[in-house]
């Protein structure tokens, strides 16, 4: 099943996509009695019932090319994410693995929709692309065995880490560089976690345009999904709705000769293929408001 959050920004609702994944069933027409909120729906443990509905509904909902999605998770309590975790992303660094996930935050408010526009600050930031695989827990997570963790979880969907690489130089952590209102297109729907068997076979892609930047697969990762959550779970409670988004691959803009920034004008796009594909992000990069205003 494929969850989403459509319509204007502050204002989305949770939706279905039909099975051919061209129309949103609104949650709100399957069955009224549910939460219209995904992360709700997640929370109450809603998503079972909701997939049932899904079976026997004869609702037509709407034109998926006629709605805005939103970020499947618009509230999560907390995004974390997992830097120089993939193993061709320490090699094009020179960087050993290291021995335990790094961790840092990125701001909830960076969220946004598999086709909104990223928009570039007014200082020049060195703004960079990552691809990213994000795992959403669906239960409360404390002291979780590896073992166990797959059970946490929602499901998945596609991270694009946008990045201000002069900003993480300069400030010496990455909070602003990474928080930037729209530095998170995320979606465009959360793949429920019964969807996806082979996590390894999983393909990340990133594209400017139609070059072809960032290719590899999750197998390249260094701590796998298990190992993060119960390393996440050591030290922080994760919330239903909440997001891990895992680390990026090699081929990011910053380590290329030369440098490849996104600018003004790019379109870049975020993809996580394989035997069931998680889905696109399209994000369309402009000028900050300010700046073009000036």
């Known amino acids: 099943?494929?969850?989403?959050?459509?319509?204007?920004?502050?204002r989305e609702q949770a939706g279905v996509l039909s099975a051919d994944g061209t129309r949103v069933l609104p949650v709100a027409a399957l069955d009224p009695s549910l939460p219209t909120n995904v992360r709700a729906l997640i929370a109450g443990y809603h998503l079972p019932r909701l997939a049932a509905q899904l079976q026997c509904t004869d609702e037509r909902g709407l034109a998926l090319a006629d709605v805005r999605l939103g970020p499947p998770v618009t509230d999560p309590?907390?995004?974390?994410?997992?830097?120089?975790?993939f193993k061709g992303h320490a090699a094009e660094q020179n960087k050993p693995w290291p021995e335990q996930p790094l961790l840092f935050a990125k701001a909830p408010s960076a969220l946004c929709g598999a086709h909104d526009d990223i928009e570039l600050p007014e200082d020049d930031c060195g703004p960079d692309y990552e691809v990213e695989l994000v795992a959403v827990i669906g239960r409360r997570a404390r002291h979780v065995a590896a073992g166990d963790a797959l059970t946490y979880l929602a499901g998945w969907c596609v991270g694009n880490d946008v990045s201000g690489r002069k900003w993480q130089k300069s400030d010496g952590q990455f909070f602003r560089a990474k928080s930037c209102d729209s530095?998170?297109?995320?979606?465009?729907?959360?793949?429920?976690?019964?969807?996806?068997t082979d996590?390894?076979?999983?393909?990340?892609?990133?594209?400017?345009?139609?070059?072809?930047?960032?290719?590899?697969?999750a197998a390249d990762l260094i701590h796998d999904v298990p190992t993060l959550i119960a390393y996440i779970s050591r030290y922080m409670t994760l919330e239903p709705g909440d997001l891990i988004s895992t680390g990026t691959p090699a081929g990011v803009g910053c380590y290329r000769t030369p440098p490849r920034f996104l600018r003004a004008g790019d379109t870049v796009t975020c993809a996580i293929t394989g035997a069931v594909e998680l889905g696109r992000l399209v994000n369309r990069v402009v000028a900050s408001n300010h700046q073009a205003a000036r």
């Open 183 to 196: 530095f998170f297109p995320c979606g465009p729907a959360l793949v429920t976690s019964d969807e996806i």
């Open 77 to 85: 309590s907390k995004v974390v994410c997992i830097g120089l975790n």
């Open 1 to 10: 099943m494929r969850v989403v959050s459509f319509g204007e920004r502050g």
């Open 199 to 217: 996590l390894c076979a999983l393909r990340l892609t990133t594209r400017i345009g139609d070059e072809l930047l960032q290719d590899a697969t």
